[in-house]
């Protein structure tokens, strides 16, 4: 580093707060401050204008209906198409540009560039054999794909046809893929023969077959996409009864034209299953027209999305981010929206980088699980490229420390970018507290206040505001149109896991009715609002939401565990990490054969990504003279920190114990 460099640094550390960089400012999306008030003086209707930006087949009646709540309903009355949304309507004016730039992991061999024309064309091909097999409106289709075209395709022409889709992550095992197809009784499947992780190809369709044969209910068909070619020819995968190659039920259907079916505004677009507290996941139900409206409106606020330019989200679209602001709100923008099929450090750590400069990204949507990790490797390899082109930075899935931001602001963003640290859930459907980019100072490590027209506050246990500075549970006040509607074919528990705790559940008026998402949080005097982390026993791993109760009945299923508890401990890449303490049947220590099989048994439940960090064998848990186990001193332990209160436990000395094997 030369004296200036040193110098930058050392002023970007002790900064606090940043302004929108004003060649940004003055061509953002929205620029007025007024914004805020006006929702609040016109909320509900302050919506209409999210609305607006989608076409309606019938015009809604009422903005929000609120006569039941938490049973909230948005746009009533209105119809309209998702996929006619985000293709049909765009061809006459971007029917040539890109709507979708793809690139494979193997370096420029086989990218692929879809103009609005392509991409309408395969989808109603693909609408067309989906009805064909059976699919009617409201017939819930599983697709369980990695990073293909394929996947947005499969998305479309399931709205085109009014049939929900639920996707579930390529890196999910295939018993979860069972779990979430047995949950939504869902009798079709798209998938695909495999992918590329690291230069090499990675046999998908085994895991699919396999989850195929826990599945309860019959699966009527099975759509396979063939990504690899010839490279996968190895696998030896012979197409069974009721599977069908995807290029061929495209070319049977060359042509087709599907008229897009007209939904109700709240018809289910979508189901996603994510993690909760209970080892089942839960159905996330997002509709057709509040959803929709939702994502538009954000990319469109936060994410400054015009249609000309090119922006880049690198999250997978198997989460909620990839479908809200890769597929969903940028298509109904009318934007060109990029894939990468890969991670950053393939063939090198600059490959990021390298993408941003061929396709001049104009925008970069990323998580700070990622940013560390970039940081950790260095600025080399951002130095090697051209990153001109990027107009906004954004961050999303946990909280990001001012470190990483102001390493991100300035390496990334060369101090031109603004930066958006986005808080929001797969239940909210899309962004709810973050700065709009052309107005609001920004302050790293904080998310920001809430959108205009959100009404977020801080709270206490007994649903009364905090003081600023002071951390507090993080609530919704009102409902926004992006909100989910219910869990999947369980009313009961999502009013029992979203609004149970600070609701008053006998009232019919809204005004009594709260939303919880289960996040701790402190806000300034500004308004600025900190997100400090999950408060039930979910953890965040890289961004990714894990159930500690889904990892533990994993690990009880493991032939010789009596008893596991798992918690999240600090990792300075990840966010958090697995640390799973586990007592053994014969009560004491398991060894490096059982640590295997216990790793090997939460990967088949629910995939890599909740692989244990640590195991660790005790003879007991700590526990309250209720039996509880305190989880928070498990914490404590997995991040050398000083031990809590222990006067409250059954078995204080045990906690020694364990501490001793953590360090070992
Ligand atoms: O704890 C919050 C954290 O991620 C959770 C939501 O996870 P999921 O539904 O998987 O959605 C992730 C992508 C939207 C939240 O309850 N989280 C998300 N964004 C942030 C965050 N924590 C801090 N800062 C954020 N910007």
């Given at each position: 580093?030369?004296?200036?460099?040193?110098?930058?640094?050392?002023?970007?550390?002790?900064?606090?707060?940043?302004?929108?960089?004003?060649?940004?400012?003055?061509?953002?999306?929205?620029?007025?401050?007024?914004?805020?008030?006006?929702?609040?003086?016109?909320?509900?209707?302050?919506?209409?204008?999210?609305?607006?930006?989608?076409?309606?087949?019938?015009?809604?009646?009422?903005?929000?209906?609120?006569?039941?709540?938490?049973?909230?309903?948005?746009?009533?009355?209105?119809?309209?198409?998702?996929?006619?949304?985000?293709?049909?309507?765009?061809?006459?004016?971007?029917?040539?540009?890109?709507?979708?730039?793809?690139?494979?992991?193997?370096?420029?061999?086989?990218?692929?560039?879809?103009?609005?024309?392509?991409?309408?064309?395969?989808?109603?091909?693909?609408?067309?054999?989906?009805?064909?097999?059976?699919?009617?409106?409201?017939?819930?289709?599983?697709?369980?794909?990695?990073?293909?075209?394929?996947?947005?395709?499969?998305?479309?022409?399931?709205?085109?046809?009014?049939?929900?889709?639920?996707?579930?992550f390529?890196g999910f095992?295939?018993?979860?893929?069972?779990?979430?197809?047995?949950?939504?009784?869902?009798?079709?499947?798209?998938?695909?023969?495999?992918?590329?992780?690291?230069?090499?190809?990675?046999?998908?369709?085994?895991?699919?077959?396999?989850?195929?044969?826990?599945?309860?209910?019959?699966?009527?068909?099975?759509?396979?996409?063939?990504?690899?070619?010839?490279?996968?020819?190895?696998?030896?995968?012979?197409?069974?009864?009721?599977?069908?190659?995807?290029?061929?039920?495209?070319?049977?259907?060359?042509?087709?034209?599907?008229?897009?079916?007209?939904?109700?505004?709240?018809?289910?677009?979508?189901?996603?299953?994510t993690s909760?507290?209970?080892?089942?996941?839960?159905?996330?139900?997002?509709?057709?027209?509040?959803?929709?409206?939702?994502?538009?409106?954000?990319?469109?606020?936060?994410?400054?999305?015009?249609?000309?330019?090119?922006?880049?989200?690198?999250a997978d679209?198997?989460w909620?981010?990839?479908?809200?602001?890769?597929?969903?709100?940028?298509?109904?923008?009318?934007?060109?929206?990029?894939?990468?099929?890969?991670?950053?450090?393939?063939?090198?750590?600059?490959?990021?980088?390298?993408?941003?400069?061929?396709?001049?990204?104009?925008?970069?949507?990323?998580a700070p699980t990622a940013?560390r990790a970039?940081?950790?490797?260095?600025?080399?390899?951002?130095?090697?490229?051209?990153?001109?082109?990027?107009?906004?930075?954004?961050?999303?899935g946990e909280p990001?420390?001012?470190?990483?931001?102001?390493?991100?602001?300035?390496?990334?963003?060369?101090?031109?970018?603004?930066?958006?640290?986005?808080?929001?859930?797969?239940?909210?459907?899309?962004?709810?507290?973050?700065?709009?980019?052309?107005?609001?100072?920004?302050?790293?490590?904080?998310?920001?206040?809430?959108?205009?027209?959100?009404?977020?506050?801080?709270?206490?246990?007994?649903?009364?505001?905090?003081?600023?500075?002071?951390?507090?549970?993080?609530?919704?006040?009102?409902?926004?149109?992006?909100?989910?509607?219910?869990?999947?074919?369980?009313?009961?528990?999502?009013?029992?896991?979203?609004?149970?705790?600070?609701?008053?559940?006998?009232?019919?008026?809204?005004?009594?009715?709260?939303?919880?998402?289960?996040?701790?949080?402190?806000?300034?005097?500004?308004?600025?609002?900190?997100?400090?982390g999950r408060?039930?026993d979910v953890i965040n791993v890289s961004g990714h939401r894990l159930g500690t109760?889904e990892i533990?009945?994993a690990?009880?299923?493991?032939?010789?565990?009596?008893?596991?508890?798992v918690v999240g401990g600090d990792h300075p890449v990840k966010g958090e990490a697995v640390y799973a303490?586990?007592?053994?049947?014969?009560?004491?220590?398991?060894?490096?054969?059982?640590?295997?099989?216990?790793v090997?048994?939460v990967e088949?439940?629910i995939g890599p990504i909740a692989r244990p960090q640590q195991?660790?064998?005790?003879?007991?848990?700590?526990?309250?003279?209720?039996?509880?186990?305190?989880?928070?001193?498990?914490e404590?332990?997995a991040?050398?920190?000083?031990?809590?209160?222990?006067?409250?436990?059954?078995?204080?000395?045990?906690?020694?114990?364990?501490?001793?094997?953590?360090?070992?």
């Open positions: 580093m030369g004296d200036d460099d040193v110098e930058l640094e050392a002023r970007l550390a002790e900064q606090d707060v940043f302004e929108p960089p004003s060649a940004f400012a003055e061509q953002a999306n929205v620029a007025d401050e007024a914004i805020y008030e006006e929702f609040e003086e016109n909320w509900p209707d302050c919506w209409t204008g999210a609305a607006d930006l989608l076409q309606w087949d019938r015009e809604y009646d009422t903005v929000l209906d609120d006569s039941n709540p938490p049973f909230y309903e948005w746009f009533t009355g209105g119809e309209l198409n998702a996929s006619a949304n985000c293709l049909d309507r765009h061809l006459d004016d971007r029917g040539d540009e890109a709507a979708i730039e793809w690139i494979g992991e193997p370096v420029d061999e086989d990218d692929r560039t879809y103009t609005y024309a392509e991409l309408h064309r395969e989808v109603n091909e693909f609408a067309a054999a989906l009805r064909d097999l059976g699919v009617g409106a409201d017939d819930v289709v599983t697709l369980y794909m990695p990073m293909v075209p394929e996947l947005p395709i499969a998305m479309l022409a399931c709205a085109r046809i009014g049939a929900p889709h639920s996707v579930v390529a095992s295939a018993e979860a893929l069972a779990t979430r197809m047995n949950a939504a009784d869902s009798e079709y499947l798209v998938t695909c023969d495999g992918y590329y992780r690291r230069g090499d190809p990675l046999d998908h369709l085994r895991k699919a077959n396999e989850g195929l044969d826990a599945v309860e209910h019959p699966v009527s068909d099975v759509v396979v996409v063939d990504r690899l070619g010839p490279n996968g020819d190895d696998f030896g995968h012979d197409l069974g009864e009721g599977q069908h190659d995807y290029d061929d039920l495209v070319a049977a259907h060359a042509g087709a034209d599907v008229e897009p079916v007209a939904r109700d505004a709240e018809d289910m677009l979508f189901l996603m299953y909760g507290t209970t080892g089942q996941p839960k159905g996330v139900k997002h509709t057709t027209g509040g959803y929709l409206a939702w994502a538009a409106w954000t990319s469109q606020a936060v994410l400054d999305i015009e249609p000309e330019d090119t922006y880049f989200c690198s679209i198997g909620i981010t990839g479908h809200s602001y890769i597929v969903y709100g940028p298509l109904a923008l009318g934007t060109t929206t990029m894939m990468y099929e890969g991670t950053p450090d393939h063939p090198d750590r600059d490959r990021l980088w390298q993408i941003v400069e061929e396709y001049e990204a104009t925008q970069l949507y990323t940013i970039f940081m950790k490797w260095g600025t080399e390899y951002p130095d090697r490229h051209d990153l001109s082109s990027l107009r906004l930075l954004g961050t999303v990001i420390n001012p470190r990483a931001w102001k390493w991100y602001y300035r390496h990334i963003g060369n101090e031109e970018c603004p930066i958006v640290d986005t808080w929001w859930q797969t239940e909210t459907g899309g962004m709810m507290v973050t700065t709009l980019p052309g107005i609001k100072s920004m302050k790293p490590g904080s998310a920001g206040p809430p959108l205009p027209g959100v009404d977020v506050q801080i709270v206490d246990t007994n649903g009364d505001e905090v003081e600023a500075g002071r951390a507090g549970y993080l609530t919704v006040q009102k409902p926004w149109p992006g909100m989910l509607r219910t869990l999947y074919d369980n009313d009961e528990r999502y009013v029992e896991e979203y609004w149970a705790e600070y609701s008053d559940t006998d009232s019919d008026d809204p005004d009594d009715w709260v939303y919880f998402p289960e996040d701790g949080a402190k806000i300034d005097e500004d308004g600025y609002i900190t997100v400090l408060v039930d109760m533990e009945s690990i009880v299923g493991v032939e010789g565990v009596a008893e596991a508890a303490y586990v007592i053994t049947e014969d009560g004491y220590d398991g060894d490096d054969e059982m640590r295997d099989r216990i090997a048994g088949d439940a195991v660790i064998f005790t003879p007991e848990l700590p526990k309250t003279r209720s039996g509880k186990i305190m989880r928070r001193l498990l404590d332990i991040n050398g920190d000083a031990l809590g209160d222990t006067s409250t436990l059954r078995n204080p000395e045990i906690v020694e114990e364990i501490r001793a094997s953590v360090q070992d």
